[in-house]
């Protein structure tokens, strides 16, 4: 009897661990492969996904809200909010411009890898002007850093602006340094907290 028990041994631990490796592969199965009930109706946004969303209410004038987007590498995409009064306006944005006063910010080219030539501009620096149903609004740089890139596609297609101006319409790039977003930060509206200001769902 006792030697029948030993044989039987083998295929009991056999046993255990094919059901180990079982339960090892539903687990896994359960991380890699989501419950569809625990996914979002609508999938995340490329800008949801791939940048911290925060924004300037009223920034230096009622009603210029403007977004910073902020993704993990540092860089900082600066537009114009859905709350911004020149979208409100009727008819839209009609045109942009990046000629603000002594340089033109369209024309600034910026090469290598150490961002040469970068412009290094204060949260107020005004990046462009973008002109609705006959009135100009003042776009600022809303963080202190190195100007890296405008969207010059906007002086062409300014109606960017009032289809997806948090995506292809964009206003400019800017890298700043980690030592002023720590200091511009505490000063600008998490995504939740300016849909709150706003009212917006």
């Avoid at 890699?32 to 999938?43: R, T």
């Avoid at 995340?44 to 993990?72: C, I, M, T, W």
């Amino acid at each position: 009897m006792d030697g029948g028990g030993e044989e039987g041994e083998p295929l009991q631990t056999d046993a255990l661990v094919k059901m180990d490796k079982t339960v090892e592969g539903e687990e896994l199965r359960s991380l890699l492969i989501p419950d569809a009930k625990d996914l979002p109706s609508i999938p995340p946004s490329a800008v949801e996904s791939n940048f911290v969303r925060y924004y300037a209410a009223d920034f230096l004038k009622p009603g210029h809200d403007q977004y910073v987007y902020r993704h993990a590498n540092g860089l900082c995409v600066v537009g114009l909010a859905p709350s911004h009064a020149a979208l409100r306006e009727e008819g839209g944005v009609t045109a942009v411009n990046f000629n603000v006063g002594k340089s033109d910010r369209s024309e600034m080219k910026v090469t290598g890898k150490r961002k040469r030539n970068a412009q290094h501009f204060d949260a107020k620096t005004s990046l462009c002007k973008v002109c609705a149903n006959g009135k100009e609004f003042i776009v600022r740089c809303c963080v202190k850093g190195s100007l890296l890139e405008v969207n010059d596609r906007l002086l062409k297609q300014p109606d960017l602006l009032n289809s997806s101006a948090d995506r292809e319409g964009y206003i400019a790039i800017i890298m700043p340094k980690p030592i002023d977003w720590a200091k511009i930060k505490d000063s600008l509206l998490s995504h939740e907290d300016y849909k709150k200001l706003r009212g917006l769902s």
